[in-house]
T-cell receptor
């Protein structure tokens, strides 16, 4: 299957700082990428849909000014958690839609800890 | 809205078959997926089934879909300790790629 690389895999930051997470499709072009958040022992909750060259579409309840998404190229989407707080600590996972639109390939996830 | 439900835990002995069940509510689901997540890792796509299919087999994995009852199952034959993980079912509709996930079933395989 296709490869999606997410970086960093782990990050610890101080409250009030911003953190950027990258999601790259390594061997295919992805016009659409998705960002999910997963709390411990819980399912994945879709945060936003990222489309190359246009603004992201956020799910209800997700603050777009706090979770900035940029999808500037067909292989890269970034999620920036701005002014992070401890409650933002979570596992963030991206996925990229394959060219047939039938498979979503997931990155390895980023464990964010805000202290 | 759409909802996907799974049982939370399943324990089997090595060599036995495992059956993980999932129900969903969206009648317009186009594709249904099974993902595997190992501790601290991302999601690995195991298999998926198109909504007009009843069954799909891939080596030790068998997916059964009862569209009338909106019930999906994943059977793992000859379960191994390396199969221990959390298994998520997910559904999508309209080829959007947007997935709705179940809560995940933790599969414990005992030697």
């Amino acid at each position: 299957g296709a490869v999606v690389s997410q970086h960093p895999s782990r990050v610890i930051c101080k409250s009030g700082t911003s953190v950027k997470i990258e999601c790259r499709s390594l061997d295919f072009q992805a016009t659409t990428m998705f960002w999910y958040r997963q709390f411990p022992k819980q399912s994945l909750m879709l945060m936003a849909t990222s489309n190359e060259g246009s603004k992201a579409t956020y799910e209800q309840g997700v603050e777009k000014d706090k979770f900035l998404i940029n999808h500037a190229s067909l292989t890269l989407s970034t999620l920036t958690v701005t002014s992070a707080h401890p409650e933002d600590s979570s596992f963030y996972i991206c996925s990229a839609l394959g060219h047939l639109n039938t498979e979503a390939f997931f990155g390895q996830g980023t464990r964010l800890t805000v202290v | 809205g759409e909802d996907v439900e799974q049982s939370l835990f399943l324990s089997v002995r090595e060599g036995d078959s495992s059956v993980i069940n999932c129900t969903y509510t969206d009648s317009s689901s186009t594709y249904l997926y099974w993902y595997k997540q190992e501790p601290g890792a991302g999601l690995q796509l195991l298999t998926y089934i198109f909504s007009n299919m009843d069954m799909k087999q891939d080596q030790r994995l068998t997916v059964l879909l009862n569209k009338k009852d909106k019930h999906l199952s994943l059977r793992i034959a000859d379960t191994q300790t390396g199969d221990s993980a959390i298994y998520f079912c997910a559904e999508s509709s309209s080829n959007t790629g947007k997935l709705i996930f179940g809560q995940g079933t933790t599969l414990q395989v005992k030697p």
